[in-house]
C-alpha cells in the first residue's frame, strides 16, 4: 500500500478513485507518563512517554485507514492528513484519513 500525503503518486497513473477512507483511535493518558511529564516540566526536554503514545496511535490509524482502503480493492492512499480532538479530560482521538485509489 502506497501511503503519501501528495494528491498523487509521481511516476503512477491514478485509474480508480474509491473515495474517503479514514481510521481512528482514541487513547488515554497513563498515570505513569503523566508522574514523568510532571518531572520534566520541571527540568525541561522531551516528554518520551507522550512521544511513544502518540506515535503508537498515529501508527494504529493508519493502519485502520490502509485496511478500509484495502477492502475498496485500493493499492494507494493519497492526499493522508492527520486531526486530533480531546474526547474527554486525559483522552484524545487521533484521526487519519486519506483518499483511496488504484493506480498503475
Do not use: C
Not at 481512528?24 to 511529564?37: F, L
Amino acid at each position: 500500500m502506497i501511503i503519501t500525503n501528495i494528491p498523487l503518486v509521481p511516476g503512477k497513473k491514478i485509474v480508480e478513485h474509491y473515495g474517503l477512507v479514514s481510521g481512528s483511535t482514541v487513547r488515554a493518558k497513563h498515570i505513569g507518563r503523566d508522574i514523568m511529564a510532571s518531572l520534566k516540566n520541571i527540568v525541561g526536554g522531551e516528554l518520551k512517554g507522550y512521544t511513544q503514545l502518540l506515535n503508537e496511535a498515529r501508527n494504529e490509524a493508519i493502519k485502520r485507514m490502509v485496511l478500509q482502503a484495502e477492502k475498496l480493492g485500493a493499492n494507494a492512499v493519497i492526499n493522508v492528513r492527520f486531526s486530533t480532538s480531546s474526547i474527554t479530560q486525559g483522552a484524545a482521538e487521533l484521526y487519519a484519513y486519506g483518499t483511496a485509489v488504484k493506480v498503475e
